[in-house]
């Protein structure tokens, strides 16, 4: 559960790092990345 939440934040950084534009901000863009690792960790399962 604790690695869903780190390499969904770190995901959700680096999506903000190379994606065009302001998208969520650096904020939105971890909390994106966050809910998007446990949804998919829940469904892989």
């Known amino acids: 559960m604790i ?3 780190i390499i ?3 995901a959700g950084w680096l999506a ?3 994606t065009k534009g302001s998208g ?3 904020t ?3 909390m994106v990345g ?3 690792a446990l949804v998919g960790g829940f ?3």
Do not use: D, Q
């Open 34 to 36: 966050i809910i998007g």
């Open 43 to 45: 469904l892989s399962v």
């Open 3 to 5: 690695w869903f939440l």
């Open 16 to 18: 903000g790092k190379f």
């Open 28 to 30: 939105g863009n971890i």
């Open 8 to 10: 969904g934040a770190v």
């Open 24 to 26: 969520f901000g650096i």
